[in-house]
């Protein structure tokens, strides 16, 4: 039987299947595009001299975003990585909290201006306090998972990384002592196929991190990083698996970067921009949204509401943010050395 051409240019409607209604994947868009909305402004904000520094998420907030709703918000434990403005803002971070990070102010909850920007960490919403040396989340995740074998806590601990990351020793020994013991725990990199200045061929010797699960005796997947719904049932099927007490689980979000590593990277010196622009084409926030457009829930008039109200949204929080006090310098060994009363 011969289709008609409305059956044929019919798009599949894959979100319902993942048990989610028309208003959760939009609230899964909006979060993405005020992800990559707040990076856009944290880029003017530098070169304008008023922030000092920029870790871009762009083109990994797809990943991010699907992971996040596919955990237990109320209950887990994650430990992102200074990229994961998706992750973070699906988690619970306001955007004028992401703003207050990235002017290092004293309101700042990851760590009251004295991190770098992006070195998340809140203890109300279980998010372990990230360091600058990568990798060093990973162990730390693992000994969430640990305490909560020990201790009986039906809950996921989530670790995410970059590939460049999946070279180093803390890595490789967080996967082995999770293996052995069977943990609850979720190591997802978010492979964006450069470490810094490094391209995946010259990084791996096999066709994916995911690969390396094997090694280790625990579930692996690879899946598109550019597509929260695959990031979503990915994520999913681990978290089940951890919470039947099956182990940990190494996930691969195949992603790319579309900005310099930091602002202060120039990244055509080791790709050039015709490459760069031939992957804005899977750009996760552009076919998503096309995604639902096609589906007729993003319609021109969300469409403009949803800009409008995420830019209202960021520029109340930049003006907050950057009108906010610093830390008092009397404070600048606080949790350095020992305060005797």
Known sequence: M??????????E???????????DVLNMYRIMLTARRIDERLWLLNRAGKIPFVVSCQGQEAAQVGAAFALNREKDYVAPYYRDYGFVLAWGMTVREMMLNNFAKAEDPNSAGRQMPGHFGDRKLRMLTHSSPVTTQNPHAVGIALAAKIKGDDIVSFVTFGEGSSNQGDFHEACN???VHKLPVIFMCENNHYAISVGLKHQLACAHVSDRAAGYGMFGRTFDGND???AYAAVKEAADRAHRGEGPSLLEANCYRLQPHTSDDNDMTYRTKEEVDAHKKYDG?????????????LTPDVEQQLEEQIRSEIDEATDYAEQAPFADPDSVLRYVYEEKD
Do not use: C, W
């Open 2 to 11: 011969m289709k008609t051409g409305e059956e044929e240019n019919k798009v």
């Open 177 to 179: 002592f999770a293996g």
């Open 13 to 23: 409607n894959r979100h319902h299947a993942l048990g989610f209604s028309d208003q």
């Open 285 to 297: 926030v552009l076919t998503f949204a096309q995604y639902l457009r096609d589906l007729e829930i």
């Open 228 to 230: 929260p719904l695959a």
